[in-house]
């Protein structure tokens, strides 16, 4: 099958590798969701919302380089041509791709600017930036307490049909924000990427606040930019000129396991 005709398919299976996984959001149609998208084995990128990670079944929630298939759709309200509908229920874990094989995975996906890829009507994108800075800034007070009583809200009304009632979800309370040269010249984008927001909590919780954000600005902020580093790039179904951080992936842990 050609790409043309994968292309024009209206549904089918596939299998990616995952390298994104946002953190979740509350919207009024598909409550909680997270925004996931991974590579396929022919170097295609394939976006799957909306997809209830929380809700999904122990054995269901994969991570970064889990090779996950699933059954899909194509979406109506979304003509973004890597989005997928995805069916929840067929979401398995077949594998994982192992460190030495991440650096030939990826080294095609790589670009160094995002314009290019706008123009071809690409919405996902694994850009390499040279990282100016790292901000942590905390989030207004009542931006922080809309977002507890988004997920509160939907966390009630869930647990009145549930069997297992979904654990409460703390928003993260600060920002992580990178300012980043490309091709196309310099950005400045939030960092949405799950992983970020789940390190700042594990280490708030062993180390306190203050401790925690000084490791965030030393890892993210420095040992990142300095060993090398790849940004998982998306745009906005609503702002197709908008693209947001979705991903920080470490260069150098796939630079360095590859040669093993």
């Given at each position: 099958m050609s790409v043309t005709e994968a292309e024009q398919l209206q549904s089918g299976e596939s299998e990616v590798v995952a390298l994104i996984k946002a953190a979740p959001q509350v919207g009024y149609k598909h409550g909680e969701t997270v925004c996931c998208a991974g590579i396929d084995l022919h170097g295609h990128w394939l976006r799957l919302f909306p997809v209830s990670f929380r809700n999904l079944d122990d054995g269901q929630k994969f991570g970064r380089w889990d090779r996950i298939r699933f059954r899909w759709r194509r979406p109506a309200d979304d003509l973004r041509s890597e989005s997928r509908?995805?069916?929840?229920?067929?979401?398995?874990?077949?594998?994982?791709?192992k460190p030495a094989e991440r650096q030939n995975f990826l080294a095609k996906s790589i670009v160094t600017g995002l314009e290019k890829e706008r123009q071809a009507q690409r919405s996902l994108a694994l850009l390499k930036p040279v990282v100016r800075a790292f901000k942590i800034e905390a989030k207004p007070a009542d931006q922080l307490l809309a977002e507890h009583d988004k997920f509160e809200e939907l966390r009630k009304q869930q647990d009145l049909f549930a069997t297992t009632p979904l654990v409460p979800y703390e928003p993260c309370p600060f920002?992580?924000?990178?300012?980043?040269?490309?091709?196309?010249?310099?950005?400045?984008?939030?960092?949405?990427?799950?992983?970020?927001?789940?390190?700042?909590?594990?280490?708030?919780?062993?180390?306190?606040?203050?401790?925690?954000?000084?490791?965030?600005?030393?890892?993210?902020?420095?040992?990142?930019?300095?060993?090398?580093?790849?940004?998982?790039?998306?745009?906005?179904?609503?702002?197709?000129?908008?693209?947001?951080?979705?991903?920080?992936?470490?260069?150098?842990?796939?630079?360095?396991?590859?040669?093993?």
């Open positions: 509908r995805v069916d929840q229920r067929s979401l398995a874990i077949v594998g994982k791709l920002i992580f924000k990178y300012k980043y040269f490309t091709d196309d010249g310099e950005r400045e984008g939030t960092c949405q990427d799950w992983e970020i927001e789940a390190t700042f909590f594990n280490w708030r919780l062993h180390y306190g606040e203050a401790h925690a954000l000084a490791e965030m600005q030393r890892v993210f902020g420095q040992q990142y930019p300095e060993n090398g580093m790849l940004l998982a790039m998306g745009t906005h179904s609503r702002y197709p000129d908008v693209w947001l951080i979705n991903g920080v992936i470490r260069l150098d842990d796939i630079l360095q396991m590859s040669m093993l």
